[in-house]
């Protein structure tokens, strides 16, 4: 068995399989830089779906960390944003958004100029 986080997956079945069932459940981290970053969650095959987001974004010396929490039903989607920390001055135009696209949650992270961005997610 492969295993990710304390999550395993089926024996004997391929390579992109196992990322796939390991990618339903559990926590993980992706990271991306620009200044408008999507990362899209799969949805897992239970339909409604409620997931977290830990959220950093930095721009130079300054630091911005939040919770995003998301539930959808696949088409319609209601997310919080909480327990924001912030260190040195705001990042410019910082804006945190969650869409549903094809059934499948979109975070989406954007700033006026270009930011560095790691997203750790897990569904709950």
């Known amino acids: 068995n492969a295993t990710d986080f304390g999550n395993s997956v089926s024996a004997n079945v391929?390579?992109?399989?196992?990322?796939?069932?390991l990618?339903?459940?559990?926590?993980?981290?992706y990271s991306s830089s620009g200044t408008s970053n999507t990362f899209g969650m799969v949805a897992p095959d239970t339909g409604l779906v409620c997931a977290v987001f830990d959220i950093f974004v930095s721009q130079g010396a300054k630091r911005y960390s939040s919770t995003v929490k998301a539930v959808t039903d696949g088409s319609t989607v209601d997310f919080t944003e909480y327990g924001i920390l912030r260190v040195d001055s705001p990042i410019s135009g910082l804006d945190i958004n969650v869409t549903?696209?094809?059934s499948?949650?979109?975070?989406?992270?954007?700033?006026?100029?270009?930011?560095?961005?790691?997203?750790?997610r897990r569904f709950v």
């Open 14 to 21: 391929t390579i992109a399989e196992a990322i796939k069932q």
């Open 23 to 29: 990618f339903r459940r559990g926590q993980y981290t």
């Open 100 to 102: 549903v696209v094809s």
């Open 104 to 120: 499948e949650l979109q975070l989406i992270v954007s700033a006026t100029a270009s930011v560095d961005v790691r997203v750790s």
